[in-house]
């Protein structure tokens, strides 16, 4: 799940974009919120993970961070052992 300002294929900001190229990168299932639309939403979220800022990306209902974090586990190969049951669950259903 992403949690971001805007939509997938709209992004409001240049952190929200990053994650969504990043993790687009995967073609694993996406599933997005626009915290710009729903306060208490986007309230909610940053107390629940304790942090501050948006993008904020879960993995299996695990936070894993923004936008920065998920790059660098991008270049550090983390990123795609942490998808890949993700991907192979899609594949084959």
């Known amino acids: 799940m992403l949690y971001m ?3 997938p294929d709209y992004p409001q ?35 629940f993970s304790n942090w501050p800022t948006f993008p904020q990306v879960f993995i299996k209902g695990e936070f894993i961070g923004g936008s920065d974090i998920v790059l660098n586990l991008h270049q550090n190969g983390e990123l795609k052992e942490m998808l890949k049951d993700i991907a192979a669950n899609d594949k084959s259903e």
């Open 5 to 7: 300002k805007g939509v």
């Open 13 to 47: 900001c240049g952190f929200s974009a990053l994650a969504i190229r990043v993790l687009r990168q995967y073609e694993v299932p996406l599933s997005a919120r626009n915290i710009i639309e729903n306060p208490e939403l986007k309230d909610a979220v940053k107390s």
